[in-house]
């Protein structure tokens, strides 16, 4: 995940399936400052753009929100990066919620069963 720190701005969240994939592989997430707690902040790590390397240590994340077009970008091509880098125009904005799974792998994480789910701020490593 790579955070992007704008504090009376969008923060947007790169979303990917594993570290080691390409941005240009990624999913956009948005997060707007009116629904934005300050406890989300902690994904920023320190720096204005930070990687995390286990920002939960093994724990899958959910991003809730809406869908949004954003058709003032392109995404990647065959040979042609995109900027930002994505893999398509649609994203999550505004970003409702963050919630982080008790379990480990994406699999035991129930998208619909609400007690393996913690909201962000409530969540302890």
């Not at 990647?76 to 963050?98: F, G, M, Q, S, T």
């Amino acid at each position: 995940m790579q955070f992007t720190l704008s504090p009376k701005n969008d923060i947007h969240l790169d979303l990917n399936a594993s570290l080691a994939e390409e941005q240009c592989q990624s999913v956009s997430a948005e997060m707007s400052p009116h629904f934005r707690p300050d406890s989300w902040f902690r994904l920023a790590g320190t720096g204005s753009v930070k990687k995390r390397e286990t920002p939960f240590g093994s724990n899958p994340v959910r991003i809730r929100g809406p869908l949004f077009f954003d058709a003032s970008h392109v995404p990647c091509a065959p040979d042609k990066e995109a900027n930002p880098a994505r893999l398509w125009l649609w994203e999550i904005h505004p970003v409702y919620a963050i919630d982080v799974c008790s379990e480990t792998t994406i699999a035991a994480c129930r998208i619909d069963d609400e007690s393996l789910w913690t909201p962000l701020n409530e969540f302890e490593p």
